[in-house]
């Protein structure tokens, strides 16, 4: 009877163990399965926002037709056109653009002026049309803007500098300026 007690005994410890065992098993199973998941959503979280902040670091903003016919007439009143910087966009209440920009002079001086560009839809074209233009504080002849405006079909057919230019910043401290790009550099002081 012993023997048969012990074998019943097992027997018993056997049964009750594996269905414990199972559950424990399954258990453990579901919590790794978590981490796991919870390891693949993190990284998947982590590599969207990553994207993104490249995706928003590289895009380029673009600006209306508007703005790149006023740049455009711009360039053709600036005598050194290819020094031009536009820091800042300010549509107007009558519609037309305000641009402010910087640009190097005839003496290698850097200016900041603005530049009003007045464009109007024609109603039964839909085509854009010059009203007035504003370099610094003088207006522009309406001859010469009569003749810019048999051009700006030119303007609207081939594209346009549509990229939106950046702001200056608002403190001095972080406005710097080159000024050793324009010093005369002495290799030899003794000639």
């Given at each position: 009877m012993s023997?048969?007690?012990e074998?019943l005994?097992?027997t018993?410890?056997?049964?009750?163990?594996?269905?414990?065992?199972l559950?424990?098993?399954?258990k453990e199973?579901k919590?790794v399965?978590?981490k796991k998941n919870?390891k693949?959503?993190?990284?998947?979280?982590?590599?969207?926002f990553?994207?993104?902040?490249?995706?928003?670091?590289?895009?380029?903003?673009k600006?209306?037709e508007?703005y790149?016919i006023?740049r455009s007439?711009l360039e053709l009143?600036?005598?050194?056109p290819?020094?031009i910087y536009?820091?800042?966009?300010?549509?107007l209440?009558?519609?037309?653009?305000?641009l402010?920009y910087t640009?190097?002079?005839?003496?290698?001086e850097?200016r900041?002026?603005?530049?009003?560009?007045g464009?109007?839809?024609?109603a039964?074209?839909?085509?854009?049309?010059l009203s007035?233009?504003k370099?610094?504080?003088?207006?522009?002849?309406?001859l010469?803007?009569?003749?810019?405006?048999?051009?700006?079909i030119?303007f609207?057919?081939?594209p346009?500098?549509?990229?939106?230019?950046?702001?200056?910043p608002?403190s001095?401290?972080?406005?710097?300026?080159?000024f050793?790009?324009?010093?005369k550099i002495?290799l030899?002081?003794?000639?």
């Amino acid at each position: 009877m012993s023997e048969e007690e012990e074998i019943l005994k097992q027997t018993i410890i056997e049964e009750e163990k594996p269905k414990s065992a199972l559950a424990e098993k399954l258990k453990e199973k579901k919590k790794v399965q978590r981490k796991k998941n919870i390891k693949i959503g993190a990284i998947f979280i982590v590599i969207a926002f990553i994207s993104y902040i490249v995706w928003w670091g590289t895009r380029s903003y673009k600006a209306t037709e508007e703005y790149g016919i006023c740049r455009s007439l711009l360039e053709l009143f600036i005598p050194y056109p290819h020094t031009i910087y536009v820091s800042e966009i300010k549509p107007l209440r009558d519609g037309s653009l305000k641009l402010w920009y910087t640009h190097i002079d005839a003496f290698g001086e850097y200016r900041m002026e603005e530049f009003i560009c007045g464009l109007e839809r024609d109603a039964k074209t839909g085509a854009l049309k010059l009203s007035s233009i504003k370099v610094n504080k003088v207006y522009i002849d309406k001859l010469k803007i009569k003749h810019l405006n048999n051009a700006l079909i030119y303007f609207q057919e081939n594209p346009l500098v549509l990229n939106w230019p950046a702001a200056l910043p608002d403190s001095i401290d972080n406005l710097h300026l080159d000024f050793n790009a324009v010093r005369k550099i002495i290799l030899n002081i003794q000639k």
